[in-house]
């Protein structure tokens, strides 16, 4: 059974950038939808965003679109989440998430998580 590890996480001020990393062990990224998803204190696990095995479709939630980019490397067998302009309502734990074939934004067709990264954005 292979393992993600999401990464990168912080302390930013509001308005700063922040990238996060989801990288693999015994898993080949290669062939896996991944999805970034993210639960802030007291809510539920909610979608963010998400990509194709091979890069050529990705999807957002309303709220981080033309903010966030998800992109991947697969000869770093690594993914990862641009945040740009975060804002205080971005403070979350943020979880990878990887899924054979298609893309998806729901939390149960994961089967492999991370074990999460806090971001915090605060002034």
């Known amino acids: 059974q292979g393992e993600l590890v999401d990464s990168g996480g912080g302390l930013v001020h509001p308005g700063d950038s922040l990238t996060l990393s989801c990288t693999a062990s015994?898993?080949?990224?290669?062939?896996?939808?991944i999805a970034w998803f993210r639960r802030a204190p007291g809510k539920e696990t909610e979608f963010v965003a998400t990509?194709?095995?091979?890069?050529?479709?990705?999807r957002y939630a309303d709220s981080v679109k033309g903010r966030f980019t998800i992109s991947r490397d697969n000869t770093e067998n690594t993914v990862y989440l641009q945040m740009n302009s975060l804002k205080p309502e971005d403070t979350a734990v943020y979880y990878c998430?990887?899924?054979?074939?298609?893309?998806?934004?729901?939390?149960?067709?994961?089967?492999?998580w991370g074990q999460g990264t806090q971001v915090t954005v605060s002034s």
């Open positions: 015994g898993l080949a990224l290669e062939y896996y939808a």
């Open positions: 990509v194709s095995w091979n890069g050529g479709v990705s």
């Open positions: 998430a990887a899924k054979l074939t298609t893309i998806s934004i729901y939390t149960h067709e994961y089967p492999n």
